[in-house]
């Protein structure tokens, strides 16, 4: 299968982002700090209706990497997978306005340039959080309230505040459960969290985050999908930004096949999924190359992977970072975020993912 053709853009130099999850020891070094754009603090939670970062403890990191680096924006990050409280803060008028309100004054309080949010997800309760159908209303609703917020505050500051959501990509339900057209009149970003797109219920091996479909895999879920969706949705593509896992998935009891792809241990069934795979650094230090794993290289996909004759690791290297970078600069694409700062190794994919944005690669 020949890659869609891709349509140039003109537009502003691509920005990458990190999410930086708030633990005690975390710290953004001055190599990785030089090739950053963005921060996205993860995470504020929603306590009794309000927002919260009562529990960080590194957050004061922030005003120091400031310093260093004016330009650098940073962004409160409001939620992650298996954070409640949105649907019940979300669901009347006045819980909008003391949720909108608690968000404004976190956000001055740490001097942070917007809010992402990432409520995952509106009127699905999968990862045990409360949801309703009047969500997928109620979520514009809220959006619409931070979105005015924002601009009465610049007006006294003189300011800009950035406004952005995280939306999953491995189903085009999650396009469906929010009104995405008309939050893409208003939003800044909408990031697209293009990893973890295979699921416990999935025993076939196959790449969670994939830039391109491989027509052999039993899902076409891949990042280029979730842009042509949320852009056919009406979202500009300069709003768009792609997401990259610093991360894998893993599978075992993997039974692969006599001949092609699945010899190597790709689109073969498994016992159990869900394996940890580690973070990429981890991969380094244990798996690519060593204890029997082998790295083997889907070009149709762009994506890499391992195998040990048992066990397989959907992953991303530098070789597919580099892709992904390229394909952000190519579509005109905001820019491409990942999850998570802590899995890099030596800055070893930043690196690659600055080099194709730069178009140095």
């Not at 609703?141 to 939306?167: E, H, Q």
């Not at 009104?179 to 999935?202: A, C, K, V």
């Not at 973070?279 to 040990?308: C, H, P, Q, S």
């Amino acid at each position: 299968m020949s890659k869609p053709k891709l349509e140039r853009q003109d537009a502003v130099r691509p920005f990458i982002a990190a999410y930086l999850v708030d633990r005690p020891d975390e710290r953004v070094s001055d190599r990785d700090l030089a090739m950053l754009d963005r921060i996205n603090y993860a995470f504020g939670l929603v306590v009794d209706g309000r927002v919260s970062g009562d529990h960080w403890t590194s957050v004061d990191q922030l005003a120091e990497l400031k310093r260093k680096k004016p330009e650098l924006l940073t962004i409160l990050s409001l939620g992650g997978w298996g954070a409640g409280g949105f649907s019940d803060a979300c669901f009347t008028a006045e819980g909008r306005e003391r949720f909108a309100q608690s968000a404004v004054e976190l956000m001055l309080k740490y001097d942070f340039d917007g809010i992402d949010l990432d409520w995952e997800y509106p009127t699905i309760d999968s990862a045990n959080i409360d949801a309703r159908p009047e969500d997928k209303f109620t979520f514009t609703k809220m959006m619409r309230l931070l979105r005015a917020k924002f601009d009465a505050l610049s007006l006294v500051t003189g300011r800009y505040y950035r406004l952005s959501m995280a939306i999953g990509c491995g189903h085009p339900r999650y396009a469906q459960i929010m009104e995405m057209e008309e939050l893409g009149t208003f939003l800044d970003e909408i990031n697209l969290m293009s990893y973890d797109m295979r699921h416990g219920t999935r025993y076939m091996t196959g790449h969670h985050a994939n830039l391109y479909p491989n027509p052999a895999d039993e899902s076409d879920a891949s990042g280029h999908m979730a842009v042509e969706l949320i852009h056919g949705c009406g979202v500009p593509l300069e709003k768009i930004v792609l997401g990259a896992a610093f991360y894998g998935r893993g599978w075992t009891g993997v039974k692969p096949t006599a001949a092609g792809d699945g010899a190597n241990g790709l689109h073969a069934p498994s016992s159990k999924f869900e394996v940890p795979g580690g973070d990429y650094k981890d991969m380094v230090r244990e798996k690519i190359g060593l204890n029997g794993f082998t790295r083997y290289w889907d070009d149709t996909a762009k994506a890499a992977w391992l195998f040990d004759g048992s066990t397989f690791f959907s992953y991303e290297d530098p070789e597919a970072l580099r892709a992904k970078g390229n394909y952000v600069r190519e579509r005109g694409l905001g820019g491409l975020m990942y999850w998570e700062y802590n899995g890099d190794n030596e800055g070893e994919l930043l690196t690659a993912v600055r080099e194709a944005i730069d178009d140095k690669a």
